[in-house]
């Protein structure tokens, strides 16, 4: 089998395709990167090593796909990841629609023109915030947690978030180029006739991960609490209690290659894809855990709403554990302490994430 995976100096990306690499026998993978993000230059070697064979390229220009050969299937792991992006100085709304979305039509006319299957890797931002920041909550433990005893909006349950969650405006601009990108993908596959799956991730998140504020949040906090560098609890009254749910990009690679294998050409073709509940840690906790693995660091509270800002997420995955036996290999503890021996044996890597 071909596989191409757009974004592959990625950190999702290439770490992807290594999992598929090490599993999968009589496999091939081609990939294509423009290496925008800081620190995507370092996997290229890696990829070599693995036999990867890489194009530099911009899924932006339709002539870069002429350098790409034919495959059987396309990963669909590059994009801008930040929620914040369009919003923020040094990357406008304009270049996140082109990166998001316009890139996407030339991944779907390739598909299209050799009749490739698509794997669109999606994100929980397609959801609702209006919807998100009413839902009934409560604190516990340092961190908010869904009331389940409280009358629950449909698409959402003591799980977690499903797919039929509301995706009402606003969204973000970051999450509407995905929403817009998945609706494309299901036209085409089914205008052209190539099967399209869509997986809406939670946080993504191991070693290798480049971090920033607005991006990679798990390796950038523990990365800046192990060199003590300045951190923020950043709104809901500055207490750190927001939760996220995280997984590791393995237990994303399992997933993947079920449903490659799925011979089903029809029903549903969105999945949820997350940690879920027993993976789940707000800011406070995870602070808690990084004074106890490096040392007391305590971040600064900063009340200030931001844009798009959440208090509480948790993916539901049931969707993809009945209809492909799709269980997580990877507890949070395992994925924090990888990332701690990373930050270990690589004490510059926020600045080759970019940061100063």
């Known amino acids: 089998m071909k596989l191409l995976i757009t974004g592959i100096c990625g950190f999702v990306g290439s770490s992807l395709a290594q999992a598929l690499l090490e599993s999968r026998a009589g496999i091939s993978i081609s990939g294509i990167d423009n290496l925008m993000r800081p620190g995507s230059e370092l996997n290229r070697a890696r990829l070599r090593e693995w036999g990867v064979a890489l194009v530099h390229g911009d899924l932006r220009m339709a002539s870069d796909f002429e350098a790409l050969p034919a495959v059987d299937w396309v990963i669909d792991a590059a994009a801008n990841p930040s929620v ?62 869904l009331d389940e005893s409280a009358n629950l909006p449909p698409g959402i349950s003591g799980q977690g978030i499903g797919v039929d969650f509301s995706t009402s405006a606003p969204i973000s601009l970051y999450g509407s180029t995905k929403l817009a990108a998945e609706a494309l993908a299901l036209e085409y596959g089914a205008a052209f006739d190539f099967p399209v799956w869509i997986n809406r991730c939670g946080v993504l998140a191991g070693a290798g991960q480049f971090g920033t504020p607005d991006q990679g949040i798990f390796s950038y906090w523990i990365n800046a609490h192990a060199r003590r560098r300045p951190l923020r609890f950043i709104g809901f009254d500055g207490t750190g209690k927001q939760t996220r749910d995280v997984f590791h990009p393995r237990d994303l690679a399992v997933l993947a290659a079920a449903q490659i294998n799925c011979q089903r050409s029809n029903g549903q073709r969105i999945y949820c894809a997350g940690g879920g509940r027993l993976n789940s840690i707000s800011l ?21 709403p931001r844009p798009y800002d959440i208090p509480w997420m948790v993916m539901d995955s049931s969707d993809a554990q009945r209809d492909f036996g799709w269980r997580l290999q990877f507890p949070i503890a395992n994925i924090l302490e990888e990332i701690a021996q990373h930050s270990d044996q690589n004490p510059d890597w926020l600045e080759r994430s970019g940061l100063q």
């Open 84 to 145: 914040l992006a369009g919003i923020q100085t040094g990357f406008s709304s304009r270049q996140l629609i082109e990166h998001n979305l316009g890139s996407v039509v030339n991944v779907l006319e390739y598909c299209k023109s050799h009749k490739a299957g698509l794997m669109l890797m999606s994100t929980s931002r397609v959801y609702s915030v209006p919807a998100l920041t009413s839902l009934p909550l409560k604190a516990n433990g340092g961190a908010f947690c």
């Open 284 to 304: 406070a906790q995870l602070t808690a855990w990084c004074d106890r693995r490096f040392g007391e660091h305590a971040p600064t509270a900063d009340t200030r």
